[in-house]
């Protein structure tokens, strides 16, 4: 495959569960992640999409991105999920590589953020790294 040529990838499932599992009893009992207070399990049924991208700019350069949407139908199907991950990596040379993501997720169930802590907001992670190859 030429190195400068990109691969993708589409997925429409019009009709999925998702389960959020909260195992942990403390934020089970703060509803945490958008799970009822005191539950740990949140079911949900709607559409799935995700697109996947790789780009393979050189030998030493690479691009992998993903993106996921949901759309509960029986809660606000306008209201769509989003989780988005991106990460470009780079071999800077035959021991030393380095890596930066970027995740952002966008779930209007999740109500934590705003002035009083009860609006939905985009939560960003990002994350550099530094990683050091080595052959035995």
């Given at each position: 495959m030429n190195t400068n040529q990109a691969r993708d990838s589409r997925h429409l499932f019009p009709a999925t569960v998702r389960w959020t599992i909260v195992a942990?009893?403390?934020l089970s009992d703060r509803g945490a992640y958008s799970?009822?207070?005191g539950k740990h399990v949140k079911t949900e049924?709607?559409?799935?999409a995700t697109v996947n991208y790789f780009k393979e700019?050189?030998?030493?350069?690479?691009f992998k991105s993903r993106m996921d949407l949901f759309?509960?139908?029986l809660h606000n199907p306008q209201n769509v999920d989003l989780y988005f991950t991106n990460m470009l990596s780079m071999r800077l040379s035959k021991a030393l590589a380095l890596t930066y993501n970027l995740d952002m997720i966008y779930d209007?169930?999740?109500r934590m953020f705003g002035a009083s802590g009860n609006a939905a907001g985009l939560q960003i992670k990002s994350m550099l790294g530094v990683g050091?190859?080595?052959k035995f």
């Open positions: 942990n009893k403390y799970v009822d207070s049924m709607g559409a799935f700019f050189n030998k030493n350069i690479s759309s509960n139908y209007d169930d999740v050091l190859m080595v």
